[in-house]
């Protein structure tokens, strides 16, 4: 079947400006990150969802942000006022959990760049 | 606190000269430790695993829990190796997050 897909696959906002973006994981994973890239930093890890758990919303770096899964599959990432230090790269992955409950391969989107004016 | 080092982030080898990549990690309980590469305009995907003790194109990692390192090696770079690698950290105590190094940029120059 498809891969993660992620939309749009590029964003050009105004500073002030919300924005939605979206990840569709691989069906049947019941986990599913947002992370960002930015340049010279890696991925940084924004929030984790996994089944019907409550979120792991420890890495977003401000309240402007927010995600969320619903009906266990398409999620979106929310970014109300944008300033310009939120242009990166965000990138989706998911994956399943195995049976003895270990971390499983995550499989990653082709991402969104955001650049923020 | 879990933690990756990736203490390079630029690498460069020729061809055919042995490459490695270091990474060192910070973690408590059993780590579940993951190189992950990004090629030239694809997706980030995964390279290997350390409990699959698997070579994949060549590569291959060791877990060294007494030194706390998943340093990814290979005895004979190819030009196609070039790329970003990630070093990446899990475990049943960081609940299935993952933890991922600032990335090293490997150039094999032909």
């Known amino acids: 079947g498809a891969g993660v897909s992620q939309s749009p696959s590029n964003k050009v906002t105004e500073k002030g ?30 929030i984790y969802f996994q089944g019907n758990s409550a979120p792991d919303k420890s890495g977003l770096p401000s309240d402007r ?34 049976s003895g409950g270990l ?11 955001l650049t923020v004016l | 606190a879990q933690r990756v080092t990736q203490p390079e982030k630029l690498l460069s080898v020729f061809k ?23 090629y030239s305009r694809q997706r980030l995907q995964l390279l290997l695993r350390h409990i699959s003790r698997e070579s994949i194109k060549g590569f ?13 090696k290979k005895p004979f770079a190819q030009e196609e190796d070039s790329a970003m690698y990630y070093c990446a950290l899990s475990g049943r105590g960081t609940g299935n997050q993952f933890y991922f190094g600032t990335g090293t ?3 094999v120059i032909p």
């Open chain 1, 103 to 113: 971390a499983d391969t995550q499989y990653f989107g082709p991402g969104t760049r």
């Open chain 1, 65 to 98: 942000f927010s995600a969320e899964r619903t009906g266990g599959s398409v999620s979106t990432l929310t970014i109300q006022r944008t300033q310009q230090e939120d242009s990166a790269v965000y990138l989706c992955a998911s994956s399943s959990r195995t």
């Open chain 2, 105 to 107: 940029s490997l150039t």
């Open chain 2, 16 to 38: 055919g000269a042995p490459v490695e990549l270091k990474c060192n990690y910070s973690y408590s309980g059993s780590p579940e430790l993951f190189w992950y590469v990004q």
């Open chain 2, 60 to 72: 291959t990692a060791d877990l060294n829990k007494g030194e706390t390192s998943f340093h990814l």
């Open chain 1, 17 to 46: 400006k919300d924005v939605e973006l979206r990840c569709d994981p691989i069906s049947g994973h019941t986990a599913l990150y947002w992370y960002r890239q930015s340049l010279g930093q890696g991925l940084e890890f924004l």
